[in-house]
């Protein structure tokens, strides 16, 4: 089993910054991708950004420029650095963690955080 443990989030003006950041712990030699999906209301869990341990990236078009996902091996920790905020980026961010390759190219799968609301006001 692997638990995760989401930081950050909260309320930001358009054009404002957040980082969050998710920390797992337990099973965690078997974790391939780490990333950050989201879901708005009435939406489907959608993926945001997510990294393998070799540190190959993929993001969804919309944040691409203007969100960074970066991972720390040696603490288990990913960081999703958002910056450019939009009105649309407004959702419930949730960690993700998968032992295959699932989770990276955006079909949800593994284990999750509890999630963190992120709001974006205009």
């Known amino acids: 089993q692997v638990q995760l443990a989401e930081s950050g989030g909260g309320l930001v003006q358009a054009g404002g910054s957040l980082r969050l950041s998710c920390a797992a712990s337990?099973?965690?030699?078997?974790?391939?991708?780490m990333g950050w999906y989201r879901q708005a209301p009435g939406n489907q869990r959608e993926l945001v950004a997510a990294i393998v341990s070799g540190g190959r990236t993929n993001y969804r078009d919309s944040v691409k420029g203007r969100f960074t996902i970066s991972r720390d091996n040696a603490k288990n920790t990913v960081y999703l650095q958002m910056n450019s905020l939009k009105p649309e980026d407004t959702a419930v961010y949730y960690c993700n963690a998968d032992r295959t390759m699932r989770g990276f190219w955006g079909l949800p799968s593994g284990y999750w955080g509890q999630g963190t609301q992120v709001t974006v006001s205009s």
């Open positions: 337990g099973s965690t030699l078997s974790i391939n991708s």
